[in-house]
């Protein structure tokens, strides 16, 4: 089996979700933190290049695609919540 550059991002991106999961689990990173979201979004992005451009698996895209989403929106949700506490 050859590898393609985009297997290699599936897999970098598999590591970012594992270890933010371990972090979180170790305690080294709080679960609605900025951290956690940013690499769980990293990760989810570099897992759907690797099913867009290899082998295409539509469950997995799914939940891939649903990862991302969750991790943007709290991500967004996130810098919200500081945004109203610098303000009071």
């Known amino acids: 089996m050859t590898l393609q550059w985009f297997d290699y991002v599936g897999f970098a991106g598999t590591a970012l979700i594992i270890l933010a999961y371990f972090l979180v689990q170790a305690g ?4 609605d933190g900025y951290g956690n979201q940013v690499l769980n979004a990293l990760g989810a992005l570099g897992v759907l290049v ?8 539509g469950p ?7 990862w991302l989403l969750i991790s943007l929106y709290g ?14």
Do not use: C, P, Q
């Not at 080294?28 to 679960?31: A, E, M, V």
């Not at 997995?60 to 649903?66: H, K, M």
């Open 50 to 57: 690797s099913l867009l451009l290899g082998s295409f698996n």
């Open 28 to 31: 080294r990173l709080r679960g």
């Open 75 to 88: 991500i967004g949700w996130g810098a919200r919540r500081r945004r109203t506490r610098m303000f009071r």
């Open 60 to 66: 997995a895209f799914v939940l891939e695609l649903a």
